[in-house]
């Protein structure tokens, strides 16, 4: 089993930043792309970011394409979100993911429920 833990949310005003950090541990050797998600109040969890295992290549879902970095630490098992220029529609709970997909090159861009999910944490941005 592998568990996540995200850190560094919080409230912040539109065009600042923040940085987010998961950290892995367990049986992070079954772990490969690792990812963020979010959901915002009535609405589905949505992909942010991936990773891939070797953390060369990443995607981004459009609305944050320009604004946020993802970036991984495979010797400390962190994935990190760097949020810069925040709007108000980047409010919501931020999950942490890892995928057991074994893909080396190429960031995930779908997570399953079989996947690992860490708990999630807020972020809230005042316009």
């Known amino acids: 089993q592998v568990q996540l833990v995200e850190s560094g949310g919080g409230s912040v005003q539109a065009g600042g930043s923040l940085r987010l950090s998961c950290a892995a541990s367990?049986?992070?050797?079954?772990?490969?792309?690792m990812g963020w998600f979010r959901q915002a109040p009535g609405r589905e969890r949505e992909i942010v970011a991936s990773?891939?295992?070797?953390?060369?290549?990443?995607y981004y879902t459009d609305s944050v394409k320009g604004r946020f970095t993802v970036s991984r630490d495979r010797a400390k098992f962190t994935v990190y979100l760097q949020m810069n220029r925040v709007k108000p529609e980047d409010t919501g709970v931020y999950y942490c993911?890892?995928?057991?997909?074994?893909?080396?090159?190429?960031?995930?861009?779908?997570?399953?429920?079989?996947?690992?999910w860490g708990q999630g944490t807020q972020v809230t941005v005042s316009s």
């Open positions: 990773i891939s295992w070797s953390g060369g290549n990443t």
């Open positions: 367990g049986r992070t050797v079954s772990v490969y792309s």
């Open positions: 993911a890892a995928s057991r997909a074994p893909e080396i090159t190429i960031p995930a861009t779908t997570y399953s429920d079989d996947d690992y």
